[in-house]
């Protein structure tokens, strides 16, 4: 059985249907890379997932439980951590308070510091500057502390919106080898990017989303060398 | 000694201006809302404790004690019925609905209790201190007054920084979306901010009617613009703000009442309102906080 399961899915924003009945699924330790242009309906798809909104058909169903209904507060400490679009971190909070916030639903204080620790190891970075205030950040150290905030709810699943969006190419590989890393880490990865080479690169299996629909999926290795991948996605 | 006295009257008003700016300050930081009723929950309070002390002769600390429950429970039920359905509809809904709300306890607090002024029994049994050969009388009102308005800024402070719910309220404060992603719940957040501010509500309601002891449906609806000044004077949003614009804002108001007109107190505090805006319209502590892409 799947780890993630999204079934027939649709969702409105109003009158406008931006979901059009899309299922895909993520199985454990997989990295999943959902691409597709703007407004395709990647970011409504992780918010769906994430409950921040709630769809009009279909079900997602987290490791056997269905949660299409269970609000976005309590996702959180079933397993399931949401790296938003746009880092979204605390800009006016330091870089340690954002941290400690990440992990908010957790209750031993031991564990919490383990993850710190684990945070910190990854992210030396954020360690250096854990009394700066975020909003100081570069970009590409936010994106470091929004995926460090999230993994310190100790997620089994993590997803990820345009991880890459905005950042220097530098930092773009830097945050792919991390995604990486996190996926050893024994994490399951969901990826939404419109850097479409780079996240099927790094990925186990990719979907393709247009306008509300999926229009193509398979391997991703598959999908690089899919004609109308190539033309459409990835510049070729 | 006349002037320290002034400044003296000054700065215990002002305590009470703060401690209902905290509340307006508090709700706007962590709800993005005017809560325009907020002055009329301070006036319901007042009230509680009028009927517990001189009708029903309950003593004071159970009073006082009542009416922070009986206010907790109104802004949480307020915010509930009234608010809690607009999170998502536009700014304007949400204030006059506050507005709304205003003019609604105003005459329920009329209907009930009726349009004559109720006179208020202080609740301070505390003896003025002379000082300087009898020439400076500080009462005790004052005292217990500023007294209790650090206290609450401390504790308050405290809260918000060492305590779970504390950094809940700036994580929500900030970005209720991203909060949600935390696992915060921020429905949950707002009642509780609804809950703190209308509870001071009612501290600020006993000690404003102890000072100046008259009672009416309207009495709320004057301090509550003014600690709405106030709030907005020290920078709306931030809680060391609200204690500096509420006691500068009622230092402003008695030494403009004694030096300058009295008729023209309120005018004075409006004015000086206006000059902050345009000089610094995020307020005195109120700060704008640069985004880096």
Not at chain 2, 73 to 94: D, M, N, Q, T
Request: a neutral charge.
């Amino acid at each position: 059985m799947a780890m993630l399961e999204i079934k027939d899915l649709e969702v409105y924003y109003g009158m406008i249907q931006a979901i059009k009945g899309i299922s895909f699924e993520v199985n454990e330790g997989e990295v999943i890379a959902l691409i597709g242009a703007n407004g395709a309906g990647k970011t409504t798809t992780l918010h769906t997932i994430s409950g921040l909104i709630t769809p009009k058909k279909g079900t997602v169903t987290f490791e056997g439980k269905e949660i299409t209904k269970v609000p976005a507060h309590k996702i959180v400490s079933l397993g399931m951590a949401h790296v938003p679009e746009g880092r979204r971190v605390f800009a006016s909070l330091s870089v340690f308070q954002n941290l400690k916030l990440g992990a908010y639903t957790r209750n031993s204080k031991d564990e919490i510091e383990e993850s710190l620790k684990m945070v910190y190891a990854r992210f030396p970075r954020l360690e250096e500057r854990k009394n700066q205030l975020a909003g100081t950040l570069s970009g590409g150290e936010q994106q470091m502390l929004a995926m460090g905030r999230a993994l310190m709810s100790n997620p089994r699943i993590i997803l990820m919106d345009e991880p890459s969006m905005g950042l220097s190419p530098i930092f773009v590989n830097e945050i792919f080898d991390i995604i990486k890393q996190v996926s050893a880490g024994g994490t399951t990865v969901l990826l939404v990017e419109q850097n479409a080479k780079k996240a099927l690169s790094i990925a186990d299996r990719g979907y393709v989303l247009e306008t509300g629909k999926i229009v193509l999926s398979g391997k991703a290795e598959e999908l690089l060398n899919d004609e109308s991948v190539k033309k459409a996605y990835l510049g070729e | 000694m006349s002037f320290v006295s002034y400044l003296l009257n000054g700065i215990s008003l002002g305590s009470v201006y703060a401690i209902i700016a905290l509340g307006y300050t508090m709700v706007y930081g962590i709800a993005k809302m005017l809560n325009f009723a907020h002055g009329d929950v301070i006036m319901i309070g007042s009230y509680v404790v009028f009927v517990a002390v001189n009708r029903t002769g309950l003593p004071v600390p159970v009073s006082i004690l009542l009416s922070a429950a009986v206010c907790t429970i109104l802004g949480v039920v307020i915010e509930r019925v009234a608010y809690k359905p607009l999170r998502h509809a536009s700014k304007l809904a949400v204030l006059i609905t506050a507005i709304g709300v205003s003019y609604f306890l105003q005459n329920v607090a009329l209907l009930i209790f009726g349009a004559d002024t109720k006179a208020f029994s202080s609740v301070v049994s505390m003896k003025p201190i002379q000082l300087a050969d009898g020439q400076l009388n500080i009462s005790g009102e004052t005292i217990v007054t500023v007294a209790a308005c650090i206290v609450i800024m401390v504790c308050l402070m405290a809260f918000i920084k060492y305590s779970k719910a504390g950094h809940a309220m700036l994580a929500v404060s900030e970005d209720g979306g991203a909060a949600q992603l935390m696992g915060i719940n921020v429905n949950g957040t707002i009642a509780l901010t609804f809950a703190i501010g209308s509870a001071l509500a009612a501290v600020a309601g006993v000690l404003l009617c102890s000072t100046y002891p008259s009672l009416t449906p309207y009495t709320g609806a004057m301090p509550g613009i003014k600690a709405f000044v106030a709030a907005v004077f020290g920078g709306i949003g931030s809680i060391p703000g609200a204690f500096i614009g509420g006691i500068l804002l009622g230092v402003i108001e008695i030494l403009g009442k004694a030096y300058i007109s009295s008729q023209l107190a309120d005018a004075i505090v409006f004015s000086v309102l206006i000059i902050v805006l345009v000089v610094k319209p995020t307020g005195l502590l109120g700060k704008q906080i640069q985004e880096k892409v």
